[in-house]
């Protein structure tokens, strides 16, 4: 025990932290995922020991370990390598780098968060405060040994210190250039919705003889003296840091009080209104109840208000979101199912699911005319949504040639540019 572990911690040593982090990297190699090791290191933890004294000092460090062991992955790797350096390692982060690097981040925030919090440990009753820097190194794969990534890990932790503690660091300088547009963004979103920024946009959708059937809402962020910023920038970020929550929020009471700002004209009062729903807003323990209440707040009729969800949203715990689906179609609200044909599109489940409408995705639409991989893929999502009776829409509709073959095939629905682009509801007017 004692060759692996460190008696006063109780955590993994040097030793059977170099033997885990070996095995990460050939796992790693294996499934080509990435993984992190992150040192850490008190700032002024020599202070304390010469102060108060050694025994204070061991009450920190074992502290800290506990506060590191709860802030982490069960099957994550907290070890320490000595004095009050701390060395965590996790894998499985996924194939992608960048999401792999805020993964990492987000985690290293969250335990120099909770190591900043006091500690009571000195021998006079008062709580000490400590903080910690951090440095981070992703590895992928069996590139480096174990001593390089311990060295590059080193390296960023180095620069943490030289940034002032209390700080993280990432070895790769593009890696953190990265993380640090994320975190302007983080917090130029969190001011967003303050401060109004957010504005949804509403693009035709159309049936086969032309006529105006609604529209969807497509959310803009139009920050102060800058240009606009994409929904595909800002929503991931949104996702991972918990923001779509209000934001998701925001968006379908906007979309309520538009429609009742329409039932109102006679012209516009049968047109619905699709939003698009991120997963995670939709597994929000309260969401049926966010539905319910704007509808009711803002006087809407439900069965103008459509949601659009996507595969990977329904996919994760089937059955919860059968039962979640059936409570908000209660309410009279309907349901399309976004982006299909680019998720595993699984017609076992498909059929269980209260759909009222199926998407086809752009990425079908834009070469069904010359590629006939996606031609044919276009007719089956039809003639399936036909038989499971559910209306049928294609998005990203920019030429005749894409209508003529989609309402051959028996489409029924369209949204596109060739019908127009999704624009603030001034111009609707
Ligand atoms: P989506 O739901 O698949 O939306 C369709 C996207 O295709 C929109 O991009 C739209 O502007 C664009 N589009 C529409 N017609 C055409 C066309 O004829 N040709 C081409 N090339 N593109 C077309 P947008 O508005 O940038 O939105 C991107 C994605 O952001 C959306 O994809 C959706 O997943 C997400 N998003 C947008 N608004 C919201 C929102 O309020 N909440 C959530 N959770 N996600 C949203
Ligand atoms: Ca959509
Ligand atoms: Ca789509």
């Given at each position: 025990y004692l060759a692996y572990f460190?008696?006063?911690?109780n955590l993994p040593n040097r030793r059977l932290l170099m033997d885990r982090l070996g095995q990460a990297l050939i796992a790693s190699h294996r499934t080509q995922e990435f993984g992190f090791v992150m040192i850490l290191d008190l700032d002024n933890f020599k202070v304390l020991n010469d102060t108060q004294g050694h025994d204070v000092g061991d009450r920190l460090l074992i502290e800290v370990a506990q506060r590191l062991l709860g802030n982490i992955r069960q099957e994550d790797t907290v070890s320490r390598l000595g004095g009050d350096e701390y060395v965590m390692m996790a894998e499985n982060l996924g194939t992608d780098q960048i999401s792999a690097a805020n993964q990492a981040e987000m985690i290293a925030e969250k335990i120099r968060h909770a190591l900043n919090q006091p500690y009571a440990i000195s021998h006079t009753g008062q709580a000490h405060h400590s903080t910690s820097s951090i440095g981070v190194a992703l590895f992928c794969g069996?590139?480096?040994?174990v001593d390089d990534l311990l060295k590059q890990a080193d390296v960023a932790l180095y620069q943490a210190k030289g940034a002032g503690r209390n700080a993280i660091r990432f070895f790769n300088p593009e890696m953190q250039a990265a993380i640090d547009a994320r975190s302007a963004m983080e917090v130029a979103l969190r001011n967003a919705l303050k401060q109004d920024e957010f504005q949804l946009f509403y693009q035709p959708q159309i049936d086969q003889d032309g006529r105006l059937t609604g529209a969807e809402a497509l959310l803009r962020w139009l920050p102060a003296n800058q240009a606009p910023v994409s929904p595909a920038q800002f929503i991931p970020l949104a996702e991972d840091t918990g923001l779509i929550i209000p934001m998701g929020l925001w968006v379908m009471q906007t979309a309520c009080a538009q429609l009742k700002a329409w039932a109102e004209s006679t012209q516009t009062r049968d047109l619905q209104i699709a939003i698009n729903v991120s997963a995670r807003q939709f597994r929000q323990p309260d969401f049926v109840e966010q539905v319910r209440a704007s509808l009711e707040h803002f006087g809407?009729?439900?069965?103008?208000l459509k949601l659009e969800l996507t595969e990977s949203a329904v996919l994760e715990n089937v059955e919860e979101v059968i039962g979640r689906m059936r409570e908000i179609k209660a309410l009279g609200v309907v349901f399309s199912l976004d982006?299909?044909?680019?998720?595993?599109?699984?017609l076992s489940y498909l059929k269980r699911l209260p759909l009222d409408q199926v998407k086809i995705d752009q990425s079908f639409v834009r070469d069904v005319n010359s590629d006939p991989n996606d031609a044919a893929i276009v007719r089956a999502i039809i003639a399936m949504s036909q038989s499971l009776g559910m209306q049928v829409i294609a998005e990203g509709v920019e030429t005749e040639a894409q209508l003529g073959f989609l309402k051959d095939s028996g489409c029924t629905n369209f949204q596109g540019y060739l019908f127009g682009?999704?624009?603030?509801?001034v111009e609707w007017n």
């Open positions: 460190d008696s006063l911690t069996q590139a480096l040994s809407a009729n439900p069965a103008l982006d299909f044909g680019t998720g595993f599109s699984s682009k999704p624009m603030p509801i």
